[in-house]
């Protein structure tokens, strides 16, 4: 199966940085074009929202629950016993690895799109709703295996993840698609054609991003390298299972595999500098944005699409 076009850029970029080329994207372009990405992501959900019933949601916002919860869960013993990292180190990546890559998400969307693969519009709302309980949980594990630390300002932590530029956009977009349904149309040469080109300029300055923290799994060692594949194998599984059971399709099963599969590198690090600052953020960058981000985006996501397609047979 040829390659999606955002991947491609995505290795240009990648290619570019270590090749030492100048090639660079404006800060404020990067930006610009990750709000519009949230933005459109969310739009697009809360238009397809409006025509469902809001009682079906429960079934599938327990599951994305569940699922951000178990993973750090899961991931912080094998950190922390297995990797013999520190407490704060292993519940900051247990953190990022609960919380979601909206970019990865992006691209399993237009995977999902382009191979006219249908899935619910509720898809947006797992984003959001999967983005906040991993990290609290990774923090909270990081915090009590750590005697030596301090008191957690829990309320603070939590505003600070829940007023994040990804969810406020997230949600907000949600809400607006859905509220202004009717009157949406004008919008769409905008947010939905032009969406798949503004993925592919930013996955190349994901590419850039990803060559320039190369370095980083130096210092992250084999260990880490093996936990950044066959985390989002596992979880991956666990989020196909739990999509089936909650009753999405084939295509929203897929999108919420891909989502416990991804790891954050937006919200979580902000996250865990301010309630774990002991952590080493080289090594929670380096296996979430240096391994599983490039695995999930070039092999990942179609493994998952097809794992999904399995369990509905």
């Known amino acids: 199966m040829p390659l999606d076009p955002v991947v491609w850029f995505f290795l240009l970029g990648l ?7 100048d090639l660079k994207i404006p800060g404020a372009l990067y930006e610009a074009l990750a709000i519009y990405l949230l933005l459109a992501i969310g739009l697009r959900g809360g238009v397809e929202l409006a025509h469902e019933p809001l009682l079906s949601l429960a079934p599938q916002a327990a599951a994305a629950l569940a699922i951000g919860v ?10 922390r016993y297995l990797g013999r990292l520190s407490a704060p180190d292993a519940g900051a990546i247990a953190a990022h690895y609960g919380s979601v890559s909206v970019v990865t998400f992006a691209v399993a969307t ?28 990774g923090v909270m594990l990081g915090r009590a295996g750590d005697s030596s630390g301090g008191r957690v300002r829990w309320g603070m ?39 798949k080109g503004v993925l592919c300029l930013f996955l190349l300055e994901m590419g850039l991003v990803v060559g320039a923290r190369l370095g980083d799994l130096r210092r992250a060692g084999p260990f880490l390298i093996a936990f950044g594949v066959v985390m989002p194998l596992a979880a991956a599984v666990l989020g196909a299972f739990a999509g089936r059971l909650a009753g999405f399709s084939v295509g929203g099963t897929a999108l919420l595999a891909t989502l416990a599969a991804s790891a954050s590198y937006i919200a979580a690090p902000a996250a865990t500098r301010i309630a774990l600052p002991k952590a080493n953020p080289a090594l929670s960058l380096g296996a979430s944005l240096g391994v599983t981000f490039p695995f999930n985006i070039a092999i990942g996501i179609p493994l998952y699409f097809e794992l999904a397609r399995r369990i509905h047979v």
């Open 157 to 195: 932590l939590t505003r600070e993840t829940l007023v994040g530029k990804s969810v406020v956009l997230l949600v907000g977009g949600v809400a607006i698609g859905w509220l202004a349904a009717p009157t949406i149309a004008p919008l769409q040469p905008f947010f939905v054609d032009m969406f």
């Open 110 to 137: 237009a995977h999902a799109t382009t191979r006219g693969i249908p899935f619910e519009a509720t898809m947006p709302l797992m984003v959001a709703l999967l983005e906040v309980p991993g990290i609290l949980v």
């Open 70 to 79: 178990a993973i750090p869960l899961a991931a912080y013993p094998v950190l």
């Open 15 to 21: 290619a570019a940085r270590l090749l030492r080329s």
